[in-house]
């Protein structure tokens, strides 16, 4: 096992460290989550974030934002401050995957869960992206990993493990807020449930045997970690100005219906399913495939494949399904929102595997195509990953990151004051490290009192300000970003 781990471990972080090159912060709301660190650092605003135009609020808890200004005085880098977050929470997940898998079912089980985490086309993804989906899923694993390990060893709850749990649910409340419920709670009412109705047909020694523990953990993590989280927006609507219309309506509320003016692109109930068969490829269609395979062997049999399932596949199997079929519900979906099914996922995966390759005179056969589907896995997400960075320097993709930086270089050398005007590229201000947008009018006094010596501005909107700005000339522009329909930008100086 040991001979393959380092490799793939070693090709799972290039992958991870790879994905988002040429890195930028100019699509999937990237500059909004870099801004709210950004903001803390220079000016101390470490519960409530406005956004680069000033015109808006950040819409998230301040979780992922302090562990981000943490990390930067830490390493005083914000690229590093904005990606190494994430990327460890990735690498937390792959190593829990491993070694839980490996302890239940075998090592090739837990090489194999720690394979299908690395090698698809939703981790490498996020694992650098500036978002809080990986913390957010790591939350959630541990969380669901907890309730596994409990029901695998038939161990009773703790107070320890409830404080455990009332501080990871804690977490994922000041990360994202109560969509932590959405993936948690139908598992565990749906598994909850169905032990239950299994144990009401047992003996109760059988029923012992089989469970030896309750998936619920009391009510009070759950209280506690919402009242945390209702203390912050309470607040947020009492003190800061347009918190609940920006926040509450249109970041929780909008996201289950059109209120008002507030509407969030609603996708289809099915939205999910075809691109988790995308993305988790090769590893979903071989879930599918084992599935038909272990039931063909039973004779069709659902019912009897449900009776001899493990109570800590059952949980996986509700934990996965109860998390996509409640997300589905909700009108307002995005691909990246389902990535903590995946490791779950993954977990299933292993048990599936730990069965598969272990009947008697057909283990080597099955051996030998659970490595042709790793060998495709990775082909896969490395095809994907070197398509990516290929078509991100190709076109251009962090041209406006590299604009900022040669303002930044010039502005040392030559002892310029500068700032910028702009609404739609929120990336601009971090790549130049300045406080915000000025308003065009703001702008232009400045410039005629001789307050700032050069601007950046956008290339359609240089000629009427030019007009305005005494002595103004163009210095240099920013490339064209083939993949965003947005200006390029020019620095205009005396």
């Known amino acids: 096992m040991a001979k393959a781990l380092w490799p793939l471990a070693a090709l799972m972080l290039v992958l991870f460290s790879a994905a988002n090159l040429p890195w930028e912060l100019d699509d999937y709301d990237q500059a909004k989550q870099a801004w709210t660190s950004y903001e803390m650092v220079t000016e101390?605003?470490?519960?409530?974030?406005?956004?680069?135009?000033?015109?808006?609020?950040?819409?998230?808890?301040?979780?992922?934002?302090?562990?981000?200004?943490?990390?930067?005085?830490?390493t005083r880098s914000w690229d590093v401050a904005w990606r190494l977050p994430?990327?460890?929470?990735?690498?937390?997940?792959?190593?829990l995957l491993l070694r839980s898998a490996s302890r239940g079912y075998g090592n090739i089980a837990g090489l194999i869960a720690f394979a299908a985490f690395g090698f698809n086309l939703l981790s490498p993804r996020l694992a650098?992206?500036?978002?809080?989906?990986?913390?957010?899923?790591?939350?959630?694993?541990?969380?669901?990993?907890?309730?596994?390990?409990?029901?695998?060893?038939?161990?009773?709850?703790?107070?320890?493990d409830r404080w455990i749990m009332f501080g990871l649910l804690t977490a994922g409340m000041l990360i994202k807020g109560p969509i932590i419920y959405a993936f948690l709670l139908p598992g565990i009412v749906v598994a909850t449930v169905y032990e239950r109705r299994v144990g009401g047909k047992e003996s109760s020694a059988v029923t012992e045997r089989r469970y030896g523990t309750k998936l619920w953990f009391g009510?009070?993590?759950?209280?506690?970690?919402?009242?945390?989280?209702?203390?912050?927006?309470i607040a947020g609507c009492l003190w800061v100005?347009?918190?609940?219309?920006?926040?509450?309506?249109?970041?929780?509320?909008?996201?289950?219906?059109?209120i008002g003016p507030h509407v969030h692109r609603s996708q289809s109930i099915f939205f999910y399913i075809p691109h988790l068969l995308h993305k988790f490829f090769p590893w979903s269609a071989l879930i599918i495939g084992l599935a038909i395979f272990d039931l063909r062997a039973r004779g069709w049999n659902v019912r009897r494949a449900f009776a001899e399932m493990s109570p800590a596949t059952i949980w996986l199997a509700c934990w996965i399904v109860g998390g996509l079929v409640l997300m589905s519900l909700i009108p307002s979906k995005r691909v990246d929102r389902i990535f903590p099914v995946i490791p779950p996922l993954c977990l299933l995966v292993a048990v599936q595997i730990a069965q598969f390759i272990n009947r008697g005179k057909e283990a080597a056969r099955n051996a030998r195509l659970i490595g042709v589907t790793l060998l495709?896995?990775?082909?896969?997400?490395?095809?994907?990953v070197a398509s990516r960075v290929l078509e991100g320097y190709r076109d251009h993709r962090d041209a406006l990151s590299i604009f900022g930086r040669q303002v930044r270089e010039e502005a040392t050398k030559n002892h310029w004051r500068y700032e910028a005007i702009g609404k739609s590229?929120?990336?601009?201000?971090?790549?130049?490290?300045?406080?915000?947008?000025?308003?065009?009018?703001?702008a232009v006094e400045k410039w005629n009192k001789g307050e700032i010596d050069v601007l950046a501005v956008p290339v359609d909107q240089a000629p009427d300000l030019m007009r305005e700005l005494h002595d103004s000339t163009?210095?240099?522009?920013?490339?064209?970003r083939q993949d965003l329909k947005r200006p390029n930008y020019v620095l205009l100086t005396r």
């Open 86 to 95: 994430s990327l460890v929470c990735a690498g937390l997940i792959a190593f």
């Open 241 to 258: 100005p347009r918190f609940y219309e920006l926040v509450v309506v249109r970041e929780f509320l909008a996201r289950f219906g059109e």
């Open 376 to 384: 495709i896995a990775v082909l896969f997400s490395a095809g994907y």
């Open 128 to 160: 650098t992206l500036v978002r809080s989906d990986m913390p957010l899923a790591l939350v959630i694993f541990l969380i669901g990993l907890l309730i596994w390990e409990k029901i695998r060893r038939r161990a009773p709850w703790s107070t320890r």
């Open 425 to 442: 590229d929120e990336g601009l201000p971090l790549y130049l490290m300045r406080p915000h947008f000025l308003k065009p009018d703001v």
């Open 219 to 233: 009510w009070w993590p759950w209280l506690a970690s919402l009242a945390i989280f209702l203390v912050w927006v």
């Open 44 to 74: 101390g605003h470490w519960f409530y974030q406005r956004t680069s135009d000033d015109q808006g609020l950040a819409t998230k808890p301040p979780l992922t934002g302090w562990i981000s200004a943490a990390t930067y005085e830490i």
């Open 474 to 480: 163009r210095r240099f522009e920013s490339a064209t």
